[in-house]
């Protein structure tokens, strides 16, 4: 009994020095070097919205940079000037070359090789389906030029309705929209994984369409028709209006690497325990997804830009997962869809099948010929003389560009 007494009665006497000890004035705390608040930020989950924004700055300015050289390229082709040369054209103007990539993905499958009209399309492509397979949709949340335009477009149309949140479209009319780029993408799925066979294959990728689908690319937006001005205008006005818009509903591209998403082993993952339920990582998702509710964030419309990880106030309660336990900081993350999307372009480099072996002299041909029927889209194949207007020499011309140089 006694033991107990003096137990009580320490622990009556230990309560009382420190609500004393908690009255008298604190010292004052001592100031923080510049180089270790900096690191802190570093570390710190706060720091993603801005390490986030500064990758895909850094990527719109090199595609737009890219862009530029090659516009300028062309123009020298097409001005017949003596002194313009290769190397204004970069393979990284292939990144914009998705339908070429996937052709030559299955020809590489087939035949063992890697083709070397595009090659470069095919390398990207297999970094950005590795990104979906591996850590979510990466690739659109910090790489995708056109995924950043997307987001900023519906930032800034907040900021003209005057909107505190961005619009959204109704689950009724939500869900039957976001299907529309599952159903372009079953299209070119079908169209080239189950209709082309390998003859179709070798021809199209050596056919003087492909081998001019960089430049048809340019053309696209430098020489836009009515109608190609028309439906860009309204996809700016739709995103102006909702944020996303076209990564949300339209992209085929963000579609497969959502449904390989699926498949990533690392998601975004909510510790039920310490979780507050405060539901700032839902508000502050681009894609609306409910992530206070969920244990992991499994959508094909997660695109892994971890704002929702930079918005918890509890640390440790959502982060990255792979699996079940294992964290993965969220730079680190970061880092890892930089290092899979360009491991294989820069592989691709050092095994020097980088470059198009489509040679100056062959570009200029082709630059001064685009006007003629073979550069018209056929699957590739053959464009007959009675075709597409296009007469007997055309043909001729066709087959004299497909000879090897």
Request: hydrophobic share 45%; glycine share 8%.
């Amino acid at each position: 009994m006694r033991d107990k007494r003096d137990r009580k009665g320490l622990a009556q006497r230990m309560a009382l020095v420190s609500e004393r000890l908690g009255r008298l004035p604190r010292p004052p705390r001592r100031k923080r070097r510049a180089g270790r608040g900096a690191r802190a930020l570093l570390l710190s989950a706060r720091a993603i919205p801005t390490l986030r924004l500064i990758s895909q700055i850094s990527m719109s300015l090199l595609s737009l940079w890219i862009g530029v050289r090659f516009y300028l390229f062309v123009s020298g082709l097409e001005r017949n000037d003596p002194d313009v040369s290769l190397s204004l054209r970069s393979p990284g103007v292939e990144a914009y070359l998705p339908i070429s990539g996937l052709i030559g993905l299955k020809h590489w499958v087939l035949t063992g090789r890697l083709n070397g009209v595009h090659p470069a399309a095919t390398l990207f492509l297999l970094g950005a389906i590795g990104t979906g397979l591996l850590l979510k949709k990466g690739f659109c949340g910090w790489i995708c030029p056109i995924g950043f335009a997307s987001e900023n477009l519906g930032t800034l149309g907040m900021r003209l309705l005057k909107r505190p949140r961005p619009l959204r479209v109704p689950p009724v009319l939500d869900y039957p929209l976001r299907s529309l780029k599952y159903l372009l993408l079953a299209f070119f799925l079908w169209a080239i994984l189950v209709q082309m066979d390998i003859g179709e294959l070798q021809a199209f990728i050596e056919g003087p369409y492909n081998r001019v689908a960089d430049i048809k690319m340019l053309k696209f937006f430098t020489e836009m028709s009515s109608t190609t001005a028309k439906v860009l205008l309204a996809l700016l006005a739709l995103s102006l209006l909702v944020l996303n818009f076209w990564c949300r509903y339209l992209c085929p591209y963000g579609a497969l690497l959502g449904a390989l998403s699926r498949l990533s082993p690392a998601k975004v993952t909510r510790d039920e325990k310490g979780c507050i339920n405060c539901g700032l990582c839902a508000k502050a998702c681009p894609a609306a997804l409910p992530v206070d509710k969920s244990f992991r964030v499994r959508s094909d419309e997660c695109n892994g830009c971890l704002e929702c990880v930079a918005a918890c106030p509890i640390p440790r309660a959502l982060d990255v997962r792979i699996g079940k336990r294992r964290r993965v900081h969220p730079f680190l993350f970061a880092a890892l869809v930089m290092i899979v999307f360009f491991a294989f372009p820069f592989g691709g480099r050092l095994a020097r099948r980088w470059e198009p072996d489509i040679s100056l002299h062959e570009y200029r041909q082709h630059v001064q010929n685009l006007h003629l029927p073979i550069y018209q889209h056929n699957r590739g194949r053959p464009v007959a003389p009675a075709e597409q207007g296009g007469s007997a020499s055309d043909y001729a011309e066709q087959q004299l560009l497909q000879r090897p140089r």
